[in-house]
C-alpha cells in the first residue's frame, strides 16, 4: 500500500475536538493499510494572533525573529495531533519543517523550498509510525536559519513532501467542501468543481483564491502529483487539481461540463503605489523595478502612462502586496534623486477580481460581459490586466463583494441549490 500525504488547516485544528476528530481521520487511513505523513497548520487564528502580538511588540520586527515565532504555531499543533493519535493506539512521530528535512532559501517569511531530505520521515515510516510534519516552515541550506513559507504555505508543504515521498496524492483537507466557482463566504450559490487544471488552479490562487498556496499547486504540476482538496469536517469528494480535467481523475464529483469560466477570485492583500513625474527617458523604469528587486518585492500588475506631452514625465502605477509597501516606500525613497520624479503615492484600500477560466482562448466577448457586469454593479474599473486565461480588474475595496457577486452571475456561475458550505473557520 503507498504513501497517503495528507495536509490539515487552521481551521481543521481549532480546538482540542477538533484535533481529536482529525486524529481519528488519520487513524483510520492507518488502519486501511496505508502509510500516513501528516503536514499540519497551526491552530485555529494562531497565525494571525502571534503577527498581533509582534507588531504589539515592535513596529517592524525582524524578520529573522518574526520566523522564529509564527514556527511556533505549527510546533504546537504537531504535537497535539502525535498526542491524539496516540491516544488512539497509534504511534505517531512529529518532526518540525527542518527535522524533516524541508530545505529553503533563505527569504524569511516568504522561503522556496529548494529540496526535500525526508531521511527521517522514512525511518519512521518504516518503524510504523504515522509521521506528522509542522508545516510552513524550513531551514535555509545557506544560513541555517529556520524560515517560512508565506501566509497559506502548509498547503506547499504537504505537496513537496508528496512529491520527494512518491505518494500517490496530496489531500488537503480544509473548512470547505472543495475549489468552488468563488469564496463561498462571498457567494454562497457559488459551484464545487469536480475537477480543474492546474494551470486555472495556479490563476486562481495567484489572484487571491487562498483555498490553495500558490507554490502548492506550482509544485503540484511540476512534479504530477493530484491535488485533492476536501473538507476535514465532511466525508464528500472534493475537487480533483490535475493536468488535464478532462481526461484525467476521478469521473465522481463532476458540477459542471467544459467551463468556459472557472470561476471568480477576489484578493484584498494588495496595495498600490504610483510613482509621479518620472522622466521619460531611457533606463528609469529598470532601475525603479531593480530597486523594488533588490527589495525582494515581488510585482503584480504594472501601468505606465503616455507622458505629457507639454512636461515629458509619466507615472508609473504597480501594485503588491500589501505587507511589502513599507519596503517598497523606502526603496523608492532612496532612489527619488537619481532617478528624479517628483512624489510616491500609496493607496492600500483597493482589491482585485480576476475572472478566470481556459475557455477565454477561444471564446470572444468574454472582457465586454465582464466589464459590463461591472458597470451594471457601479463597480468602477482602476487597473487592467491580462493573461491568455485570465482578467484582473482593481476595483475599491469597497466595491469588492458586489463585483465578484455581479460577475458570478453573468457568467451562469451560481448554482440552482446552494451547496457551498463553510463548516468552520473565521476567514481570516
Ligand atoms: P485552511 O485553514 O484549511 O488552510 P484557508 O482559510 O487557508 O483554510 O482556505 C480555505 C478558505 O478559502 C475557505 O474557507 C474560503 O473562504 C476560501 N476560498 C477563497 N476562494 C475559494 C474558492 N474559490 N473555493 C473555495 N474556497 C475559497
Ligand atoms: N499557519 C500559516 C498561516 O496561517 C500557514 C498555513 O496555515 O498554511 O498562514
Ligand atoms: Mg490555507
Redesign the pocket.
Known sequence: MGIVVQ???????ADADAIKRVARRIVDVKKSGHDVVVAV?AMGDTTDDLLDLATGVSPLPPAREMDMLLTAGERISMALVAMAISDLGFTARSFTGSQAGVITDSVHGKAKIIDVTPGRITQAIGEGHIVIVAGFQGVSADTKEITTLG??G??TTAVALAAALEADVCE???????????????VPS?R??GRVSYEEMLE?AAC??????LRCVEYGRRYGIPIH?RS?FSQLEG?WVVNDPQLSGPSQGETMEQPIIA????DRSEAKITVVGVPDKVGEAARIFEALADAQINLDMIVQNISAAATSLTDISFTLPRSDGQTAMTALARIQAEVGYDKLLYDDKIGKVSLIGAGMRSHPGITSKFFGALASAGVNIGMISTSEIRISVIVDENAVDDAVRATHTAFDLDADEVE?V?Y??T??
Request: glycine share 18%.
Open positions: 495536509k490539515y488547516g487552521g481551521s481543521s485544528l497548520s501566509r497559506g502548509t498547503d488537503i483537507y480544509t473548512d470547505v467542501d472543495g475549489v468552488f466557482t468563488a469564496d463561498p463566504r462571498i457559488a464545487k468543481l486562481l487571491g483564491a487562498k483555498i490553495l498556496h482538496v476535514s475537487t470561476g471568480v477570485a477576489h457551498a463553510v468552520g473557520g476567514g481570516r
